[in-house]
């Protein structure tokens, strides 16, 4: 129950950075539009409101444009990630490749995405803890923000029509990108291993004890 609720508040924290990000980038973008939004604002009826409504609607808010981008930027690391030029994953894809290995003495299946659902969900309704939640929310903030990364390179390039600053602030946005999109495999890494290596550790545990009781 514990984990289950970690895993929920890990989800909600990284809706919310990613809505502010997203907040942030309409600001940049609409600056001269949110200047004028801002002048049309009755700021006399708005300190009558009820601070907490307002409270909760502005984190709502923010919480569904982090929920829109998720699906997104899911996608974009699903087409993208193959073609990320920073180097330095193989060891880490090692590492869960050898866990899987071990993995097959408990689950005789060869599906590898079966082995870590069932590995995962096995972990959260034995509440074995783990730090998996921790990778799992740093993998997709940083995947969210490689995402917003790319999307404002592209943005710029049409907004500015292809002018020389422009064009460099582009690559410079597609570099952070690529980055963010590293840094996001790295977690991942960490994140699979870590389900993998508890779980192996869990279920050698309770074999070992079972056949000393044997």
């Known amino acids: 129950m514990i984990e289950k609720i970690k895993i929920e508040l890990w989800d909600i924290f990284v809706y919310l950075i990613t809505g502010v990000i997203v907040l942030i980038n309409i600001l940049l973008f609409s600056w001269k539009g ?3 939004f801002i002048h049309s604002i009755d700021f006399q009826y708005v300190i009558k409101l009820n601070s907490f409504f307002t409270t909760i609607f502005f984190l709502f808010s923010i919480f569904s444009m982090g929920l829109i981008i998720e699906p997104l930027a899911n996608l974009y690391e699903k087409l ?22 071990g993995i097959k003495e408990f689950i005789p299946l060869e599906n ?33 923000i490689s995402f917003l990364c790319f999307v404002n390179g592209i943005i710029i390039l ?9 064009i460099f602030i582009s690559i410079l946005l597609i570099i952070f ?38």
């Open 177 to 214: 990108s690529q980055f963010y999109l590293y840094r996001s495999q790295k977690y991942y890494c960490h994140m699979t291993n870590s389900i993998l290596t508890n779980f192996l550790i869990f279920k050698t545990k309770e074999k070992n004890n079972k056949q000393i009781i044997t």
């Open 34 to 36: 949110i200047i004028d």
């Open 112 to 144: 590898k995405k079966f082995h870590y659902q069932y590995c995962k969900t096995y972990l959260i309704q034995n509440n074995i803890k783990t730090e998996f939640m921790a990778f799992l929310s740093k993998f997709g903030l940083y995947r969210n």
């Open 80 to 101: 993208f990630k193959k073609f990320c030029f920073f180097k330095g994953l193989e060891t880490w894809r090692n590492s869960i490749e050898n866990n899987y290995a």
């Open 158 to 166: 049409f907004i500015k029509k292809f002018d020389l600053t422009s």
